[in-house]
């Protein structure tokens, strides 16, 4: 992967901070503030991820008044490659 260089200014104490913690753990100060943006993305993914779940619960009787009941709480059975191959019989998992 390219690497970009980046000029970032910060205060004093911030840039003893950053190089204390890489020194714990052994790593440059720029591997460092790479696995800070890195860990930064995951967990705004994950709140994304968790947002999207509660909205869908709090409309949940919206979705299911607009797209019609029958929707509601369908479950899917779901073949593993295993099941495929031994003739198709669902082993009993299922996605909502």
Do not use: C, P, W
Not at 16 to 21: D, F, L, S, V, Y
Not at 24 to 40: K, T
Request: proline share 0%; charged share 30%; aromatic share 6%.
């Amino acid at each position: 992967m390219a690497k970009t260089q980046l000029n970032v200014r910060v205060d004093e104490a911030t840039a003893e901070t950053a190089k204390n913690r890489a020194s714990q753990r052994g790593i440059s100060v720029n591997r460092y503030i790479e696995e800070l943006v890195r860990a930064d993305q995951g967990e705004n993914g994950r709140t994304f991820v968790e947002a999207a779940a509660d909205f869908m619960k709090q409309y949940e009787a919206v979705f299911a008044e607009e797209f019609g009941h029958e929707r509601e709480g369908r479950r899917l059975n779901v073949l593993s490659d295993d099941d495929a191959s031994n003739g198709g019989s669902a082993s009993g998992r299922t996605l909502a």
